[in-house]
């Protein structure tokens, strides 16, 4: 089988832009260990210059070997970077506003809803480089104790969620492992026949909140540098770190998160310096909008729901998924749904904490605001460990899955229908969905 | 005086505005570059059952400044302001005279010297703290290890594997409840002082920070690092599963006797060890980096070089055909003579395996190192390492046996006692203990006729190369055989002579090494003897081949002479001293290094392999030829290529003979090979200045390229009428394959209707999806549109299939090779059919 090549790629791990012809390969052999840029165990990854006729490389040393690195920062990408379009999205937000339980919630079930709905399938692209993500989903959605209260650990700035890479001989930068995943119609989608075609990837990191405090962009761990080169940034804010939706959930919700004493974050500030570190990595004027949409994600709606109103001033149903089948092989997205909701929780948002709505659409093109909640419960305060913990049986995700799927329908082509409409003719475009990859094009 | 930095998840941090993880509390002073460097180091996650063992740890970091000596505990801690899990590292910087000479493990043991802990808020710690002294205690029975595993020997063993080679991790897999702590311990305490504050180590390792090794790797089992230990190459002792009696040695009996009796009786008046660093005379804050500093990255294919070295006699560096031997053995090749090219092509005789050179056979003596060479960079080389017109790094500084690098920059006379014993200590390794992958592992496992090149690929000879199983060539023939003259100078390359594949297997520019070796399983047929033949360029250049045994310019001190070795052949080469001007002048270049230009001649060189009457049979050259396949219809390769001189393309049809047509620089030829089917070659220099463009067009007429596109575009227009019949039909609305027929149908729409439908231009690919209503009064234009393409293509469909019925017998692909005025060749593809037909 030929495969078609971009005729460039991004890395996942540096976001070093490279052509095909200058990926390297990862040598086989067993003796080939001591990669420059690596450990001493790592392989050496070297620019091949014989190959078998199966496609295969053959190392220095004789072995044959298919396994491609990266030819900046020497670490590991699977051949479908290579070939097919890659969505980088961004997710930032202070330390405990939920990112980790949001993304471990939302993969778990975009691999369901993605296939129930849409007969697409949503696969790990490389099932090692997901372990960190696919362990946290087993323990909250496949514990097999059913009475069990498990927790996800607060994300680490250093250690196992990083590759370490010597680009300064002696000096470990921290690359976070970035979590790929394949989206392929399935046999049954109405464009089952051409999947190769509309098969593109997504790419995730889960950062510690910590990397988007003003000063933490260092060159040590350039951590969020993917901001810069996202096609979708998503800002998790968290109503339970403002102090005003604090004060008017008292009585609203007994989470233990509302508890008093309970640190508080000014989240627009991270709105600024990710606007910020976008434009500087990119290379945008500091005054100039960032022309990609950003998703501004309200982290455990299980708590704030109650608040939110529609014009009406009826509760808004922000649980069931605004999404369905549309026939055999297709499943449509609601778009103006969902748009309806982001316009509610502006709303909101301008009554409760205008700041975080200016740092925003100051910033961004376009702004969507979606609620989520990544467990559909409050968490409970573990006696023995002192830890907040969610218990299992409890546990159903909500609109978790609504940033990617959107996304999908609205950038993304012949895999998700949409009830897009005409209208908001600045949005939407073509030129949107180009911009998804510059390299698709 | 010891600097502390404390790290851990909290409400507020000590650089204002952090909060979460960050450093809470750090002594004055501490070196602000080393401040990421030391927080990098403290990942952490708990182990298996969720309450983590805490890492005791020894790094030496290396910074601008030197290497800082860094202990640090990191474990878990109370849950952090968010209720969520947290963990807390320390570090202390440890000041030059703190490394006391009872090493790393026992300081950290000492309670109280690091915090576990950090209560109240952020702030700089005002003082430093003294780490903890003890004078050498001396190796000790290793008690620990022997509960641990039976027999305290073990610990000897891991001594001396760190010994044999710090870059090398030992790993060791220990059960939870298992104190590792002791047991790094007393290997530490059985190492000569000197290396003590060298034996980097975790106690609860979880993965490598690049750049920061840690030899002394203990993990914890079911954590993903014992995974990992388990498929490492190095040393691996595994304290969950039985393990026997340590093989026999110095170590392993200073292990369980906690006596060095070698030590003793070698040294009858032992002086009372200094502090290591107490040899060093500057008072700077951290350790210059020294030679083990400059190791961190290994360099591949190198690290035979200890290996090599025993191969090497120390008074004469000029190749000697048992070198050739030992490279043949599987060795890696590179810097047996620094800044001196090797040229390797070996083929295999089937009688292989029997003359595995007496260095490189298991059944000999275990290695033993020549006299220590002295600190490498410091001391003058021993002969075996000269340095002649060497660019670049010393070479082999990784590879200095650890145990001859005395402590800190010490002065060679400083050296420590040589040969302690390590290399006893893996002539004998039981089973159940994953070997060290050291040297002389490798020559055991390694021989010219098994394993020696592992994972060789089979050779894609050329459809013309003999495939017959191997010849009867002696094992040891001389390079010419006898009476055949003196090669013919630069005779052209003749096209159909088969191709031994040789390729360039490893280039280390900075010092000038080059590695070169086919990969040609079986001596060619008939072939006797080998002989080295430059091209005309070469020989105009001054070059000349006595003998065809080697290659040499005038009186210049570029050489290269091939050796034989069994069925084997090598060609190295020495490039020192001046390049001569006619030489580089035939090479195009402005003035090579003598390593480039040595290189640059031989890839102009052949290797012939001759039969008995000295015609050749086969040929082998260094250059590697483009090689991209040809895809016919699309696309093109490049063929790299000298701006004036004619390039020579030859072209195989089924019937063995090529067609073959000089190409002229500026000129555009187009040649058909012979036979049905077959593609016209297109080799044009009239595009590119230095390439010549080659493609393949289909020949004109049938093809079966031609008939599989054909064949398909026609399957799908039937298709799409049939779904516009279907859509048609009475019962459309209830039909199965309503909305299949109805996806092919709106596949096929063209932008106009596309528009009239109000879709989007195709182009823009969105997920936009009709009715049937709106649909059903385009559908009979479309179905006839469809109907009128099938009746066009009909015709050309069954001449097409006509065609390709006539041209199955020809063969799936032509080669094409390329061959510039030297006679190298330059390209060697194949042309073939573009798959599944054009979309
Ligand atoms: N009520 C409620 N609490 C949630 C929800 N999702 C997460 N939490 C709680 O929010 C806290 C923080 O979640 P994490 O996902 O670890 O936060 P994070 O953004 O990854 O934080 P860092 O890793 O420190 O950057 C945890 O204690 C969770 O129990 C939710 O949907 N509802
Ligand atoms: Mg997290
Ligand atoms: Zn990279």
């Known amino acids: 089988m030929t495969r078609k090549l971009k005729a460039s790629a991004v890395c996942p791990h540096c976001w070093h832009r490279f052509r095909p012809d200058e990926t390297l390969w ?46 900046n920062c020497h670490l590991e990408v699977p051949q479908l970077v290579l070939e097919r379009p890659m969505v980088i999205m961004s997710l930032a937000g202070s330390p405990s ?20 709905h849409f007969s697409v399938a949503f696969t790990d692209t490389d099932p090692g480089m997901n372990r960190a993500i696919t362990a946290n989903e087993a323990r909250l959605f496949l514990n097999e104790d059913q009475t069990a209260s498990v927790a996800i650990d607060k994300t680490e700035l250093e250690g196992a969620q990083y590759n370490s890479v010597q680009f300064d001989p002696g000096v470990a930068t921290l690359l976070a492992h970035p979590f790929i995943f394949t989206v392929r119609p399935s046999r049954d989608h109405v464009n089952g026949h051409a999947p190769e075609r509309l098969t593109q990837l997504f790419t995730l990191y889960d950062n510690a909140g910590e990397h988007f405090f003003p000063g933490a962009d260092t060159a040590r761990a350039p951590g969020t540098q993917h901001l810069a080169k996202a096609q979708v940034l998503m800002f998790v804010f968290d109503p339970t770190q403002d102090v005003r939706f604090r004060q008017r959930l008292q009585g609203v919700s007994g989470d233990p998160q509302l508890a008093a004493g309970a640190k508080t974050t000014r989240q627009d500030q991270l709105i600024v310096e990710m606007a910020r570190r976008v434009r500087v990595h990119a290379g945008l004027a500091p005054q100039e909008r960032i022309p990609k949409p950003l998703f501004v994600i309200l982290s455990k709606s299980d708590i704030w729901a109650p608040l939110l109103r529609d014009e009406e001033g009826q509760p808004m149903d922000i649980s069931t998924p605004p999404y369905a089948r549309e026939r055999a092989g297709l499943g449509k997205m609601s778009i103006k749904r969902v748009d309806r909701v982001s316009e509610r929780i502006r709303s909101l948002l301008v009554e409760v904490a205008p700041e975080v709505v200016a740092a925003a659409e100051d910033a961004f093109e376009r702004v969507i ?73 | 005086m010891a600097l502390e930095l404390v790290y851990t998840s909290a409400e507020r941090g000590l650089r204002p505005g952090t909060s979460g993880f960050c450093t809470v509390a750090m002594t004055r002073g501490l070196p602000p570059a080393l401040v990421p460097r030391l927080e990098a180091l403290g990942g952490y996650r708990p182990g298996p059952t969720g309450d983590g063992p805490v890492a005791f740890s020894f790094w030496r970091v290396e910074t601008a400044a030197g290497i800082a000596h860094v202990l640090s505990v990191v474990g878990p801690a109370p849950p952090d302001h968010t209720a969520r899990t947290n963990k807390i590292a320390t570090y202390a910087v440890l000041g030059p005279d703190e490394l006391s000479a009872a090493g790393p493990a026992w300081m950290i043991a000492q309670g109280g010297f690091l915090r576990r802990s950090w209560k109240g808020a952020p702030a700089w710690i005002e003082s430093p703290v003294r780490a903890p002294q003890a004078a050498d205690p001396g190796p000790a029975e290793c008690m620990a290890w022997k509960s641990a595993c039976g027999d305290a020997g073990w610990a000897g063993v891991a001594a001396s594997s760190f010994l044999r080679d710090q870059s090398k991790p030992v790993h060791v897999v220990y059960a939870a409840g298992t104190d590792p702590l002791p047991l790094v311990d ?38 993903p690092a014992a995974d990992a230990a388990r498929q490492s190459k190095g040393l691996l002792l595994d304290l969950t599963r039985p393990m026997g009696e340590a093989p026999d040695s110095r170590h392993v009996r200073m292990a369980r006797t906690g006596r060095d009796a070698e030590a003793v009786a070698a040294r009858p008046a032992p002086t009372k060890p200094k502090p290591a660093a107490a040899a060093d005379p500057r008072s700077i804050e951290l350790e210059p980096i020294d030679a083990p500093a400059a190791s961190r990255r290994p360099v591949p294919l190198l690290d035979a070089v200890d290996k090599t070295e025993d191969f090497l006699p120390a008074e004469d560096s000029s190749p000697r055909p048992w070198m050739y031997a030992a490279v043949a053995a599987g060795v890696t090749l590179l810097v047996l003579v ?88 893996e002539a004998s390794k039981p089973a159940g203990v994953t070997a060290a992958s050291d040297a002389d592992e490798r020559a055991r496992t390694a021989g010219p006729g098994a394993g020696a090149l592992p994972a ?31 090669p013919s100078i630069a005779a052209p390359a003749p096209v159909a002579v088969p191709q031994v594949p040789a390729s360039v297997i490893a280039m280390r520019a900075s010092i000038g090494a080059v590695a ?18 430059p091209s005309a360029s070469l020989a105009a250049a001054g ?33 020192k001293g001046a390049v001569p001007g006619a030489l580089a002048t035939a090479l195009g270049a402005a003035a090579p290094t003598p390593e480039q230009a040595l290189r640059a001649a031989l890839e102009r060189c052949a290797l012939e392999y001759v039969d008995a009457a000295g015609r050749p049979v086969a040929r082998a050259q260094f250059r590697t030829p483009a090689s991209s396949a040809i895809t016919v219809g699309t696309g093109s390769v490049q063929v790299p290529s000298r701006a004036t001189e004619p390039i020579t393309v030859a072209v195989w049809g089924p019937e063995g003979e090529p067609s073959v047509r000089r190409v002229a620089a500026g000129e555009r030829v187009e040649m058909a090979s012979s036979g049905a089917g077959a593609p016209v070659l297109v080799a044009d220099r009239t595009i590119a200045q230095g390439a010549m463009l080659v493609s393949a067009k289909a020949n004109a007429g049938a093809s079966a390229q031609r008939t599989s596109e054909v064949s398909t575009e026609v399957a799908a227009l039937g298709g799409l009428v049939r779904a516009c019949k279907a859509l048609q039909g009475p019962r459309a609305d209830a039909s199965r394959t309503r909305n299949e027929d109805l996806a092919t149908v709106q596949e096929a729409l063209t932008d106009e209707e596309r528009a009239t439908l109000k879709l989007a231009p195709k182009a823009e690919g969105l997920a936009q999806t009709v009715e049937l209503g709106a649909l059903r009064p385009l559908l009979p234009a479309i179905e006839a549109r469809a109907q009128q393409r099938i009746d066009q293509l009909m015709p050309e469909l069954s001449a097409a299939s006509a065609g390709a019925r006539a041209s199955a017998r020809a063969p799936a692909s032509w080669r094409v090779r390329a061959f510039d005025a030297d006679g190298v060749m330059v390209l060697d593809s194949v042309a073939r059919p573009a798959k599944g037909g054009a979309r």
Request: proline residues 13%; charged residues 20%.
């Open chain 1, 369 to 441: 605001f979606i609620p989520v909640s990544a467990i559909g419960t409050s968490p409970q305060l573990d006696p023995a460990s002192g830890l907040l913990k969610v218990p299992v049986a409890r546990i159903s995700p909500r609109w978790v899955t609504v940033p990617f799927i959107y996304t999908l329908a609205r950038w993304s082509t012949h895999l998700v229908a949409s009830d897009k409409g005409e209208g908001d003719a600045s949005f939407g475009r073509p030129g949107d969905s180009a911009e998804l990859d510059p390299a698709l094009t």
């Open chain 1, 97 to 116: 506003s939920g990112k980790s339980y949001f993304l471990s919630s939302a993969m778990w079930k975009l691999r369901e809803d993605l296939a129930r």
């Open chain 2, 338 to 425: 620094v800044a001196s090219i090797i040229v390797a092509v070996q083929s295999q005789a089937s009688s292989g395996g029997s003359d595995a050179p007496p260095a490189a056979d298991g059944a000999g003596p275990p290695p033993v190192r020549q006299a220590p060479p002295a600190a490498f960079g410091e001391a003058a080389p021993t002969k075996a390492f000269e340095i002649e017109g060497a660019s670049g790094p010393k070479p082999g500084a990784a590879e200095v046996p650890p145990d001859m690098v005395p402590p800190g920059m010490g002065a060679p006379e400083e050296a420590p006692p040589p040969a302690d014993g390590a290399a006893q200590d």
């Open chain 2, 516 to 533: 070169l070796r086919s990969d040609a399983l079986a001596m060619p047929k008939g072939a006797v003897g080998v002989r080295l033949v």
């Open chain 2, 543 to 575: 070059a000349c081949t006595p003998g065809g045994e080697s290659l040499a310019f005038g009186s210049s001190d570029l050489r290269a002479v091939i050796a034989s070795e069994g069925s084997s052949r090598f060609v190295h080469g020495v490039a």
């Open chain 2, 186 to 223: 007393e290997v530490i305490r059985l190492l000569p002082d000197w290396a003590r504050w060298r034996a980097t180590f975790s106690t609860y390792f979880l993965q490598p920070v690049a750049g920061t090794p840690c030899a002394l790797r203990f993990c914890l089992e079911g954590t």
């Open chain 2, 456 to 486: 060789r690929v089979p050779a894609t000879a050329p459809t013309d190369a003999p495939t017959d199983a191997p010849t009867d060539a002696p094992a040891d023939a001389p390079a010419l055989p006898a009476g055949a003259g003196e």
């Open chain 1, 26 to 71: 990862v040598a086989a052999h067993p003796e080939l260990l001591g990669d420059r840029l690596l450990s001493a165990e790592d392989p050496v990854r070297f620019l091949p210059s014989r190959f078998t006729p199966a496609g295969e490389a053959i190392d220095p040393a004789g072995s044959r070997t298919r396994r491609l690195a990266c030819p």
